[in-house]
């Protein structure tokens, strides 16, 4: 009686522990555009993300136990991670998680049966569009670090603007979130190359409200200090604009990008009717940063509100802003930029921007 009690008791755990789902998290560097697809026989899940985004190392560690994966390209330039599974399993949910760093989190179920299917069936799954959940009442501000990868942006004294500006995006980030009014993320948070394009489409994809890029470049003759915001125009407000617009398209240049127009008229007419909408949003945004900024101390040309034709504003549905915090080439402005006070108190200021104006842009008011 005991014998059949234990084998009936140790075919009941089983039976759990076979019912049980099974969740991975797959720990990224971005927020990513993705696919998902769980393969039958033999079981594996199998992940694509459009650019190069996962932590290996983190995935590494976190990855239970019983599991492993590999890291491969997909037909079509893809990164694919495959992580073979013990049983056949169905995905339940997909999520994108950004808490600190994003994750991508899975939720699959095991199937009661095998499906007789050959080594090649695959279940295609079309998961939600990627969203950061985290806090979904609030509203996403995403940070775009300027540059990065091979592309380093200015360098002084060792310094390079991809660094500086990544430092300054996570120190904004968190002051951002522990005003309790926003969910952030950056469209980088790593030293990793994206194009122009890359950087609008991760903030549209994480559902932002607005589109702030981060940047310090230098001019050769070192004539510009101080901190300006641009706003989207098809022809730059001066020649410092224009200048800026070429320093940062040859970025998309050395990623292999064609420059290139890409609308055709119906497309340009679709994009002017949705730029009624979000250019008077950018402008009001751009005039909250200078005043949030002159007030918190931060040194402002004296023409700081200017506009120019970079690429990384031209979303037509999110409010965008590039901020130059200042020059590197300008020996004040390298000072400060290189200063971890100095560069808290410019955070402190743009958040109280991003804020003042978040209460006038989502109120209507």
């Given at each position: 009686m005991i014998r059949t009690l234990l084998a009936l008791f140790l075919l009941l755990r089983a039976a759990c522990a076979f019912a049980q789902d099974l969740v991975v998290a797959l720990p990224l560097t971005a927020m990513p555009v993705y696919r998902v697809a769980v393969q039958a026989s033999p079981p594996v899940l199998r992940v694509d993300f459009q650019e190069p985004v996962l932590n290996a190392v983190d995935l590494a560690v976190t990855l239970p136990s019983d599991l492993s994966f590999a890291v491969e390209t997909a037909e079509d330039g893809w990164e694919r991670v495959k992580i073979p599974l013990l049983r056949p399993h169905?995905?339940?949910s997909a999520a994108l998680l950004q808490d600190g760093n994003p994750k991508l989190h899975l939720v699959l179920a095991p199937l009661a049966e095998v499906p007789a299917k050959d080594d090649t069936a695959t279940e295609p799954v079309t998961p939600p569009p990627p969203a950061v959940i985290d806090g979904p009442t609030?509203?996403?501000?995403?940070?775009?670090?300027?540059?990065?990868?091979?592309?380093?942006?200015?360098?002084?004294?060792?310094?390079?603007e991809a660094d500086l500006m990544l430092s300054f995006a996570r120190?904004?980030?968190?002051?951002?979130?522990?005003?309790?009014?926003?969910?952030?993320?950056?469209?980088?948070?790593?030293?990793?190359?994206?194009?122009?394009?890359?950087?609008?489409s991760?903030?549209?994809?994480?559902?932002?409200?607005?589109?702030?890029?981060?940047?310090?470049?230098?001019?050769e003759d070192g004539r510009a200090s101080g901190a300006i915001i641009y706003t989207l125009s098809e022809e730059a407000s001066d020649a410092v604009a224009a200048e800026l617009v070429e320093l940062h398209d040859r970025t998309d240049i050395?990623?292999?990008?064609?420059?290139?127009?890409?609308?055709?008229?119906?497309?340009?007419?679709?994009?002017?009717?949705?730029?009624?909408?979000?250019?008077?949003?950018?402008?009001?945004?751009?005039?909250?940063?200078?005043?949030?900024?002159?007030?918190?101390?931060?040194?402002?040309?004296?023409?700081?509100?200017?506009?120019?034709?970079?690429?990384?504003?031209k979303a037509a549905d999110i409010p965008s802003v590039l901020v130059e915090l200042g020059f590197m080439s300008d020996k004040k402005d390298l000072e400060n930029l290189r200063d971890p006070e100095w560069r808290e108190q410019a955070a402190e200021a743009v958040a109280a921007g991003i804020v003042n104006w978040a209460d006038v842009h989502l109120t209507g008011k």
């Open positions: 169905k995905l339940v609030l509203p996403v501000i995403a940070l775009d670090p300027g540059h990065g990868g091979i592309d380093a942006g200015a360098v002084r004294d060792g310094l390079r120190s904004l980030r968190e002051t951002l979130i522990r005003t309790g009014r926003f969910r952030v993320m950056l469209t980088r948070d790593d030293d990793i190359y994206l194009r122009l394009g890359q950087r609008v991760r903030a549209r994809a994480a559902g932002a409200m607005a589109l702030i890029s981060l940047h310090a470049d230098a001019l050395l990623g292999g990008l064609d420059l290139s127009d890409e609308e055709d008229a119906v497309t340009a007419a679709l994009v002017d009717l949705a730029r009624a909408g979000t250019d008077p949003a950018a402008r009001a945004l751009s005039e909250a940063l200078l005043a949030a900024m002159e007030e918190g101390g931060v040194d402002l040309q004296a023409t700081p509100d200017r506009s120019a034709a970079f690429r990384v504003l």
